[in-house]
């Protein structure tokens, strides 16, 4: 063999020894625990309800299944082993459904009657700087009346301190986070949908 040819398979045969170290599995998280609000009163018959249309929520691109984390100088970075077991774009979802139709002022509206709610999630990060360790979710949010013209456009923010560096406590702080920014979403909307 030349000696090309054996650095060649020499590197080859080395580089199967060092994979065989075993890559450690993911561990997947979702936010929470999410507990809904109990409302003092029953909600109102659906018949009394105004009707609202929420369009699918919307996520930045890099919203995905891998947990974000970021530093106050912009530089954002995901976990290898710290996934979502859903995309945080869903996660909203079923908490604005749940509190704006289930426990909340609204019922489902498809006519032209519906105002139309467009949420995208910009945040969903654990945001780590000096002295400073938090959960965050931010969502921009607009509400077209049914003459076309803006009812409310605006951005709310949920945000909690996490009390540890492990992706479960990430986890419990990030559903707390979630669940601020979804109670500020829907106060605006109803102040802004009467």
Do not use: I, N
Not at 119 to 146: I, K
């Amino acid at each position: 063999m030349t000696g090309r040819r054996v650095s060649w398979v020499a590197l080859v045969l080395l580089g199967g020894c060092l994979s065989k170290s075993e890559v450690p599995a993911p561990r997947f998280f979702r936010p929470g625990p999410v507990v809904p609000p109990r409302a003092a009163d029953a909600p109102a018959p659906l018949a009394d309800r105004a009707p609202l249309r929420l369009r699918d929520v919307s996520a930045a691109a890099h919203l995905r299944d891998r947990m974000v984390w970021s530093t106050p100088a912009l530089e954002y970075g995901f976990y290898d082993g710290a996934r979502w077991t859903e995309a945080p774009a869903s996660y909203v979802e079923a908490a604005l459904t749940g509190a704006l139709f289930e426990r909340g002022a609204f019922r489902r509206g498809s006519g032209a009657d519906a105002p139309v709610l467009d949420v995208h999630v910009a945040a969903f990060e654990e945001v780590v700087g000096p002295g400073s360790h938090d959960a965050t979710v931010v969502l921009r949010v607009l509400l077209v009346g049914p003459d076309g013209g803006a009812r409310l456009e605006d951005t709310f923010v949920g945000k909690r301190a996490v009390p540890q560096d492990d992706p479960a406590a990430v986890a419990l702080a990030m559903g707390e986070a979630l669940d601020e920014a979804v109670r500020r979403t829907v106060e605006g909307v109803e102040r802004a949908a009467r």
